[in-house]
């Protein structure tokens, strides 16, 4: 999303400016990723670009790790203005703005090319603008990566044997609905509380890219893994629409640009990220398991009835165009 794009949005570049010109202010950037994961590599990036474009006049100082709380809580003090910016997961972004909860519908994207192709494309613009009706500005789409399970007790490699298995998801709608459509027990709660749920017990599994499994220590508990790619997960850079408006138009065009860096870099970290910590997870004791052809087949199909059934739920014009 180029400076452009954000003028074509409406998005007053010159008037009515909060902050004047010249003026020194922080960014308090939230999120529950691991410090030093590659979406905290990218939020360090445009931290150090937004200082070094503005002469240091503009700090963005990131809190990694859950510390400002889970995704929903920093995306409604993001939306009133208590933190500048968070990216949370698509997913629990679609609870503000139902429009994204096409991306919540399993197996839709193969890889991750498919995806960018989607995300890149207007309907992603389009999307993305969406989002200023919830009071935030999305600056771009990053990326959590494609989610995989990682279970307590055992090796799962087909979606019978999900039958009452309580499985932490997000608190996503859409994926409850699927997991629950498969016989499964799904058990929303934020991010912060899933390791603990995990060691006591309260969950058997919890599904995540790999990365977020191993650097949130996850697989140590749950190191029964399985590589079904179930949901590709971006997410969404965003800051606060109300602050983001009372800036200068030269400091909203220092972070938009330094935003468009941010995602290309973690784009390129995303993809050798995932085989790395595969490795890493395996090298730590613990078991991946690939499916066959054939078992990612009967996941696949496992999905239609989910499909029949939501299709007609969400903005049915644009499932269709991602599907295309
Ligand atoms: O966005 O909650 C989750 O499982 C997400 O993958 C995580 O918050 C990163």
Excluded: C
Excluded at 140 to 162: C, H, I, Q, S, Y
């Amino acid at each position: 999303i180029a400076v452009g794009v954000v003028a074509a949005l409406g998005i007053s570049l010159w008037g009515g400016s909060a902050m004047a010109q010249g003026d020194s202010y922080t960014i308090k950037f939230g999120n529950v990723i691991s410090a030093g994961d590659t979406q905290n590599q990218g939020y360090a990036l445009f931290a150090d670009l937004v200082k070094e474009r503005s002469d240091g006049r503009i700090k963005v100082q990131v809190y990694p790790d859950s510390q400002l709380g889970g995704e929903r809580e920093m995306i409604e003090a993001t939306q009133f203005g208590d933190i500048e910016m968070t990216a949370p997961s698509v997913g629990v972004l679609a609870n503000f703005d139902k429009s994204l909860e096409v991306f919540d519908f399993p197996f839709i994207f193969e890889d991750a090319e498919t995806a960018y192709k989607v995300l890149d494309s207007e309907l992603g613009d389009e999307m993305l603008a969406g989002l200023q009706n919830s009071g935030l500005i999305a600056l771009g789409w990053g990326e959590n990566g494609f989610r995989n399970l990682a279970m307590v007790k055992g090796t799962v490699k087909t979606p019978d044997e999900m039958k009452g298995i309580k499985l932490r998801t997000m608190q996503v709608p859409m994926h409850i609905a699927y997991w629950r459509s498969i016989g499964a027990a799904p058990t929303p709660m934020p991010f912060p509380e899933v390791f603990t749920s995990l060691q006591q017990g309260v969950v058997d599994g919890v599904e995540n890219p790999y990365e977020l499994l191993y650097s949130a220590k996850f697989t140590e508990p749950a190191h029964y893994l399985t590589e079904t790619r179930h949901i590709y997960d971006p997410e969404v850079i965003l800051i606060s629409k109300d602050f983001f408006e009372g800036l200068s138009a030269e400091d909203q065009k220092i972070i938009q640009g330094a935003a468009d860096e941010m995602v290309a870099k973690i784009r390129s970290l995303k993809a050798t990220i995932s085989d790395e910590i595969r490795a890493k997870i395996v090298a730590a004791g613990g078991t991946v398991t690939d499916l066959t052809d054939a078992e990612r087949q009967q996941w696949i199909d496992s999905a239609i009835p989910f499909y029949k059934e939501n299709a007609s739920k969400v903005d049915t014009e644009k499932l269709k165009a991602i599907l295309e």
